[in-house]
């Protein structure tokens, strides 16, 4: 059994999983509701996205309600029940989830190639650059291009002078992006500037971009600690 929430930006999930019925059957589950994954980096993860600050604690509690409910005995558990809650104008809605007969679990299943998390690690074959290597590269004046692939807010934050191209439009502006140079990707912390580079590599061509490894938060750390994090 399964007490499951999710949140994202302003919204939020929580159901039960595979609760024990009274004629002991088991409820639906997860991939009854999703029996397939988005596309590999569809949905933004929070430095993306966001999630509203207070959002975390009003799930988190209604998700500790049915913990305390199944326990206890009493209640009504969110068992083929799906509650979706919107913080922007604070409505909620119960949807009926039935079980697919189709969807039969009968053996794990390798969550990262199934999910596609695979195809973001920035070990897959993608090209590093460290900080320090970085950095020498300023310090010799080398000509190449420096890329933030972050979004503007967090560019306003802090920037290591990189030309901003956020994630969400590195394709449409693909013609910015040196050819000739090196070009050197960062983001926060080197998953988005990783993905950022195979989604270059597989629709363009690229051969000539490196991934900055630990992304703004290890150069902070590494080179200049004068760089604000976040």
Same mark, same amino acid.
């Given at each position: 059994?399964?007490?499951?929430?999710?949140?994202? %930006?302003?919204?939020?999930?929580?159901?039960v999983?595979?609760?024990?019925?009274?004629?002991? &059957? *088991?409820?639906p589950?997860? %991939?009854?509701?999703? $029996?397939? $994954?988005?596309?590999?980096?569809?949905?933004?993860?929070?430095?993306?996205?966001?999630?509203?600050?207070?959002?975390?604690?009003?799930?988190?509690?209604?998700? &500790?309600?049915?913990?305390?409910?199944?326990?206890s005995?009493?209640?009504?558990?969110?068992?083929?029940?799906?509650?979706?809650?919107?913080?922007?104008?604070?409505?909620? *809605?119960?949807?009926?989830?039935?079980?697919? $007969?189709?969807?039969?679990?009968?053996?794990?299943?390798?969550?990262?190639?199934?999910?596609?998390?695979?195809?973001?690690?920035?070990?897959?074959?993608?090209?590093?650059?460290? $900080?320090?290597?970085?950095?020498?590269?300023?310090?010799?004046?080398?000509?190449?291009?420096?890329l933030?692939? *972050?979004?503007?807010?967090?560019?306003?934050?802090?920037?290591?002078?990189?030309?901003?191209?956020?994630?969400?439009?590195?394709?449409?502006? &693909?013609?910015?992006?040196?050819?000739? %140079?090196?070009?050197v990707?960062?983001?926060?912390?080197?998953?988005?500037?990783?993905?950022?580079?195979?989604?270059?590599?597989?629709?363009?061509?690229?051969?000539?971009?490196?991934?900055?490894?630990?992304?703004?938060?290890?150069? &902070?750390?590494?080179?200049?600690?004068?760089?604000?994090?976040?």
């Open positions: 059994m399964n007490v499951y929430a999710s949140i994202f %930006r302003f919204e939020g999930q929580v159901s999983f595979n609760y024990a019925l009274e004629n002991g &059957a *088991r409820g589950n997860y %991939r009854d509701i999703f $029996p397939e $994954p988005p596309p590999a980096g569809l949905v933004p993860n929070c430095a993306e996205g966001g999630v509203i600050g207070v959002l975390p604690g009003i799930i988190g509690s209604l998700q &500790a309600l049915e913990v305390i409910k199944i326990l005995g009493v209640g009504e558990p969110l068992a083929g029940k799906l509650f979706l809650f919107d913080g922007t104008d604070f409505s909620t *809605r119960i949807l009926k989830v039935t079980k697919n $007969p189709d969807n039969k679990i009968e053996q794990l299943i390798d969550y990262e190639q199934f999910c596609g998390i695979s195809q973001l690690n920035p070990e897959s074959g993608i090209k590093e650059i460290s $900080p320090k290597e970085l950095y020498q590269l300023k310090v010799e004046n080398v000509d190449f291009q420096l933030d692939v *972050r979004e503007a807010h967090e560019y306003e934050i802090s920037n290591i002078d990189g030309k901003l191209i956020p994630l969400s439009s590195i394709l449409d502006r &693909a013609i910015e992006i040196s050819r000739t %140079r090196k070009v990707v960062h983001c926060k912390g080197g998953v988005r500037s990783a993905k950022a580079i195979t989604e270059l590599e597989n629709a363009f061509g690229f051969s000539n971009l490196y991934n900055l490894k630990g992304g703004i938060l290890a150069y &902070a750390k590494e080179v200049d600690d004068s760089v604000p994090v976040y």
